[in-house]
T-cell receptor, first 110, second 115 residues
Framework: QQQVRQSPQSLTVWEGGTTVLTCSYE??????FPWYQQFPGEGPALLIS?????DKKEDGRFTTFFNKREKKLSLHIIDSQPGDSATYFC?????????FGTGTTVSVSP | DPKIIQKPKYLVAVTGSEKILICEQY?????MYWYRQSAKKPLEFMFS???????DNQTASSRFQPQSSKKNHLDLQITALKPDDSATYFC??????????????FGSGTRLTVL
């Protein structure tokens, strides 16, 4: 399967801080880039998504940026809350399937 | 109430045995999927079905066989189980027909352990 890499693998941020996650991919045919959030013991759930025709999408405290030339995305979480503690996956669409990245586990300390 | 039901939540099997993982979705969706998540690999796409027809198969082994008896069912039969099959198996669905930019909705998974 296509490689989708995320960094860092894990991070800890203080409550109220800003979290930045990055994702890189190889396949230039990808054109839909969702981010999924997964809590322990649960399946992933869509958090925010962006199409390749855009370079920024914002939804409340969550913003995703897309750089087509560099084949990179980022997810910014402002005013991080303990409830944001989860694993985050970028999952660009390859054909009909989502290709999940390696994931970043975020811990928000109060 | 959960809209995608996976049964059982936990499953322990012995090497060489056969198990069936159950998935039912009550979202009225037309496309269903199976993904696998293990400690060694990220969420790995296995199969996609649209209107009860196989659309994509990324699983190399024929030991994994999806079964769709109804539009809202997609079970996963695994034969000749191996310890490497130990993982959490997630079922998902989307509005369909599995085209671009669809949101996938995931169940809570079946955690399979093969001894």
């Amino acid at each position: 399967q296509q490689q989708v890499r995320q960094s860092p693998q894990s991070l800890t941020v203080w409550e109220g801080g800003t979290t930045v996650l990055t994702c890189s991919y190889e396949d230039s045919t990808f054109n839909y880039f969702p981010w999924y959030q997964q809590f322990p013991g649960e399946g992933p759930a869509l958090l925010i998504s962006i199409l390749s025709v855009s370079d920024k999408k914002e939804d409340g405290r969550f913003t995703t940026f897309f750089n087509k030339r560099e084949k990179k995305l980022s997810l910014h979480i402002i005013d991080s809350q303990p409830g944001d503690s989860a694993t985050y996956f970028c999952a660009p669409q390859g054909g009909r399937a989502l290709i999940f990245g390696t994931g970043t586990t975020v811990s928000v300390s109060p | 109430d959960p809209k995608i039901i996976q049964k059982p939540k936990y499953l322990v099997a012995v090497t060489g045995s056969e198990k069936i993982l159950i998935c039912e979705q009550y979202l009225g969706h037309n496309a269903m999927y199976w993904y696998r998540q293990s400690a060694k690999k990220p969420l790995e796409f296995m199969f996609s079905y649209s209107y009860q027809k196989l659309m994509d198969n990324q699983t190399a082994s024929s030991r994994f066989q999806p079964q769709s008896s109804k539009k809202n069912h997609l079970d996963l039969q695994i034969t000749a189980l191996k310890p490497d099959d130990s993982a959490t198996y997630f079922c998902a669905s989307s509005q369909g027909p599995g085209a671009s930019a669809e949101t996938l909705y995931f169940g809570s998974g079946t955690r399979l352990t093969v001894l």
